[in-house]
């Protein structure tokens, strides 16, 4: 018995129907999507896409960090990525908290987490906008690699265009 035999038993289920895959490691899609953690997104399902057609990163915020940086440069060599789409959403956790909040409630718990940045979001447009500067400015990329940001309503199942 451990906490993942629910997991391991859907796998069991899973695999027997699986039918093996031809699909590459390479996004047939030529598609990065950067999103958030938030259980609610399913980032695949939303934008019509299927297992092989993209690279799908996530964090807490969808943020453009130095380690999103550094898959999507391998990604765009490697990988076949052509181009990115940031994607935060409606409702997320990060936006209603600032570091500070979360240095706070961790110290409550006797936790020191002040060497850790959060990259909380007090304005998603704003922190949206220098994500996906970020991208286009970093020096990494061949150019143009299109760069698009927009939000996920979690409650509608929308697409908000902010820069695309
Ligand atoms: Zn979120």
Redesign the pocket.
């Known amino acids: 018995m451990s906490e993942f035999d629910d997991l391991l038993a859907a796998n069991a289920e899973y695999a027997a129907r699986f039918s093996g895959s031809d699909l590459s490691g390479r996004a047939s899609r030529g598609l990065a999507v950067v999103t958030?953690?938030?259980s609610r997104i399913d980032p695949l399902g939303l934008l019509g896409l299927a297992p092989g057609d993209a690279k799908i990163l996530r964090n807490?915020?969808a943020r453009v960090t130095d380690d999103v940086l550094r898959t999507l440069v391998l990604a765009v060599y490697l990988l076949g990525v052509e181009r990115v789409l940031v994607m935060?959403?409606t409702d997320?956790?990060?936006s209603k908290v600032t570091d500070a909040d979360v240095h706070a409630l961790t110290q409550e718990k006797g936790v020191d987490t002040r060497s850790l940045e959060f990259h909380t979001v007090p304005d998603q447009q704003a922190a949206l906008r220098h994500d996906l500067t970020r991208i286009r400015t970093t020096p990494f990329f061949p150019h143009p690699l299109p760069v698009g940001g927009a939000i996920y309503d979690v409650r509608t199942g929308q697409l908000h265009p902010v820069e695309l």
Request: charged share 10%; net charge negative; glycine share 20%.
């Open positions: 958030c953690m938030d807490a915020g935060p959403h997320c956790g990060m």
